[in-house]
Structure formats: structure tokens, C-alpha cells
């Protein structure tokens, strides 16, 4: 049903894309990748259609009843206390960012939701390093307050 519903996707409004089994195949194992683990990272060269890929999943899986809500950021776009958040030192007042900001979203969705965070853009060091507890088995992300948002 989700093969049949992603060739549906591909060939009709706004993406008019030819039927490409290759890209079809991609598809699925991202989609058997996410349910099999917390998170996974697609990468490949600009304009070779990473972001076709899980826009067509998304739609595909909305299509075949699941209902799925995507955060998508471009990580190397902001400063890193504008993506993790940061504390006021004279207040000591937390604010989030907009990665932490997702992450909130995401666990208070109920359990029969996808929920993806998109971060879309080059891989840094500096902001990836962040993930590594989230995609463990840890499933947590550790804010610099120290605070942590479990995943489930």
C-alpha cells in the first residue's frame, strides 16, 4: 500500500516527478529505517534529492492514514544558541531554541504520531554533536542548562 501510494505522490501535484524505481526503493528503506530506529541522517551531494525523498515519504504515509508532523530546520543557518537554546546570566532564565523548541513538540505528541526533526543542511561537528545522545540508545537530548528531553 505505501509503494503504490508513493508512485500516487510522485506523479501528481507539486512534485510531477518520473516514476524512478531507484528513488522508490530509497523511499521504503528510509521509511524501514525510521521504524526500526530513533533517527537516521540521509546525505548526499546538493540537489540529488534528499529532501524529495522524505516529502514524498511524509506525503505517501499521510496518504495511507498516518499522520506525520515535521520540524524542519537548517541547523548551519543559525547560530547554536539559536538552535540549542540559551541561558540569560543575569536572569538564569532558559530559552529555548528552535531544535530544543522541536524536541518539546515532539514528546508531547501521542504515540500513534510521527513525528520528524528535520535538520536540513551540511553536517557540522558543532550542532551534530548535540544528536549523539538523542540517536543512541539513550534516546536523550542534553541541553547545555543540563536539562534533558527524553525521547519515547
Given at each position: 500500500?505505501?509503494?503504490?501510494?508513493?508512485?500516487?505522490?510522485?506523479?501528481?501535484?507539486?512534485?510531477?516527478?518520473?516514476?524512478?524505481?531507484?528513488?522508490?526503493?530509497?523511499?521504503?528503506?528510509?521509511?524501514?529505517?525510521?521504524?526500526?530506529?530513533?533517527?537516521?541522517?540521509?546525505?548526499?551531494?546538493?540537489?540529488?534529492?534528499?529532501?524529495?525523498?522524505?516529502?514524498?515519504?511524509?506525503?505517501?504515509?499521510?496518504?495511507?492514514?498516518?499522520?506525520v508532523?515535521?520540524?524542519?530546520?537548517?541547523?548551519?543557518?543559525?547560530?547554536?544558541?539559536?538552535?540549542l537554546g540559551?541561558?540569560?546570566?543575569?536572569?538564569?532564565?532558559?530559552?529555548?531554541?528552535?531544535?530544543?523548541?522541536?524536541?518539546r513538540?515532539?514528546?508531547?505528541?501521542?504515540?500513534?504520531?510521527?513525528?520528524?526533526?528535520?535538520?536540513?543542511?551540511?553536517?557540522?561537528?558543532?550542532?551534530?554533536?548535540?544528536?549523539?545522545?538523542?540517536?543512541?540508545?539513550?534516546?536523550?537530548?542534553?541541553?547545555?542548562?543540563?536539562?534533558?528531553?527524553?525521547?519515547?
Amino acid at each position: 500500500a505505501l509503494e503504490a501510494a508513493i508512485r500516487e505522490v510522485m506523479v501528481a501535484k507539486p512534485y510531477f516527478l518520473e516514476v524512478d524505481e531507484v528513488q522508490i526503493k530509497k523511499m521504503l528503506q528510509l521509511k524501514e529505517a525510521l521504524d526500526q530506529r530513533m533517527g537516521c541522517v540521509v546525505v548526499g551531494p546538493s540537489g540529488c534529492g534528499k529532501s524529495t525523498v522524505w516529502n514524498v515519504l511524509r506525503t505517501a504515509l499521510e496518504k495511507c492514514g498516518q499522520k506525520v508532523v515535521v520540524h524542519v530546520m537548517n541547523p548551519k543557518s543559525m547560530h547554536r544558541q539559536r538552535l540549542l537554546g540559551h541561558m540569560d546570566l543575569d536572569t538564569r532564565e532558559w530559552t529555548d531554541g528552535v531544535l530544543t523548541e522541536a524536541a518539546r513538540r515532539v514528546v508531547r505528541e501521542p504515540p500513534e504520531t510521527r513525528s520528524w526533526i528535520v535538520c536540513d543542511g551540511d553536517v557540522d561537528p558543532e550542532w551534530i554533536e548535540s544528536l549523539n545522545s538523542v540517536l543512541d540508545d539513550n534516546h536523550l537530548l542534553t541541553l547545555p542548562n543540563g536539562e534533558r528531553i527524553s525521547f519515547r
